[in-house]
């Protein structure tokens, strides 16, 4: 099992607070200076201690005691648009990444539908269709 280094711990807890001295640390813990000296000496801290500060600071726990960032979760239409584009077959994947490498909704050569399938293609100097803005 991998040793891990509390005075890389208490350095990030530092940076992540924005503090570049031990004692807010102190302050936080509720320790006397002579503690904090003996989790870096001894490279020991109690893990209540470390994951009560990245809760109260909101830190990542796996930045906190690895020192590695994690990937940020999707959002809800981020989410959406994965799940969706997992969907599609080859063909239409290919159709939608050429589709966004290109710029969608330029407004060059859009289609306009009617109610009766009536189509107009427009260039980027049209700025409404039949009630429809650009």
Known sequence: MKNYDSCLIIERMKESASKETDKFLLEIFGIAQNT???WK????MPLQAIVT???????????LILGKETKPALDEMEQLLL???KRLDSA???QLLN???NGVGNGV???ANGNNNN???FNRDVVEVAGIKK
């Open 53 to 63: 500060f990245a809760d109260e600071y909101d830190v990542d726990l796996n930045w």
């Open 41 to 44: 000496s001894r490279n020991s």
């Open 92 to 94: 239409q994947k290919l």
């Open 99 to 101: 589709a966004s490498l």
């Open 36 to 38: 904090l000296s003996g």
């Open 119 to 121: 189509q107009q293609v």
């Open 109 to 111: 050569n859009q289609v």
């Open 83 to 85: 799940d969706n584009y």
